[in-house]
Nanobody, 125 residues
């Protein structure tokens, strides 16, 4: 069993910043990959960013490149997403995700099967 708890969401004006955090506990392995997904009303859940277990590799969706930064602290079992230059279209529920994985420096883009409850991000003036 893996528990993922997100925090840091809220209401922010366009152009503003937010930092999301995810605390992981339970059956976590040192090679697990982690990522952030989001889902807006009426849309499918989509991968925003993901990071390898070593932290050496990261993936970003085109719509957040240059604005968001993903990081992790393996000593504390935490995952973060720094979101800058936020746009109204970034409004969504953001979910922390984990995939049990065996490749420390590779980033999977699918197959995440452990999820947090989500944290709402609303970008509006």
């Amino acid at each position: 069993q893996v528990q993922l708890v997100e925090s840091g969401g809220g209401l922010v004006q366009p152009g503003g910043s937010l930092r999301l955090s995810c605390a992981a506990s339970g059956n976590i392995f040192s090679t697990d990959a982690m990522g952030w997904y989001r889902q807006a009303p009426g849309k499918e859940r989509e991968l925003v960013a993901a990071i390898s277990s070593s932290g050496a590799s990261a993936y970003y969706a085109d719509f957040v490149k240059g604005r968001f930064a993903i990081s992790r602290d393996n000593a504390k079992n935490t995952l973060s997403l720094q979101m800058n230059s936020l746009k109204p279209e970034d409004t969504a529920m953001y979910y922390c995700a984990l995939r049990h994985w065996s490749y420390a420096d590779l980033v999977p883009k699918t197959g995440y099967d452990c999820w947090g409850q989500g944290t709402q991000v609303t970008v509006s003036s």
